[in-house]
């Protein structure tokens, strides 16, 4: 089973990825990955020695094509899977302008009234848009 935690803080160096929701002109922003059929919140794994805000708006651009935004910062979760518990800080951005989608694993941007049915995680995904809401 897998479980979502809120933290109010946790040592910096635990944090492994950063993760965006977003909105677009009133609507959700997620990601189709090109491998899979569901989608996603954009974010992704903090890479050795970077900020982990710096995650987050490197995140956001490549897996969206986002410019003009502000991230929000929302605060630090955890997922608990198969006993281990892995850290992440979520935030928040209003995206005020895309541009061309970069060359990477994200197929296409689709923005949503609602929450789609088919998510990648599925047990995870809502409880952190519903956090941000």
């Not at 809120?6 to 002109?25: G, N």
């Not at 897996?63 to 850290?87: H, P, R």
């Not at 302008?97 to 296409?108: G, V």
Request: aromatic share 12%.
């Amino acid at each position: 089973m897998i479980e979502v935690k809120f933290y109010e803080e946790v040592a910096d160096e635990l944090l492994e990825f950063a993760v965006i929701v977003s909105r677009y002109q009133d609507k959700w922003v997620y990601c189709k990955h090109r491998e899979r059929d569901t989608l996603e919140v954009p974010g992704g794994h903090r890479e050795e020695g970077e900020d982990i805000f710096d995650t987050a708006e490197r995140e956001l651009y490549e897996e969206t094509g986002a410019l003009g935004f502000k991230l929000k910062d929302m605060g630090i979760y955890s997922v608990i899977n198969k006993g281990k518990e892995t850290f992440g800080r979520l935030y928040f951005a209003n995206i005020e302008e895309f541009t061309d989608l970069p060359p990477s694993e994200i197929e296409k941007v689709v923005l949503c009234e609602e929450m789609p049915k088919a998510l990648t995680y599925p047990l995870i995904h809502p409880k952190l848009v519903d956090y941000v809401r």
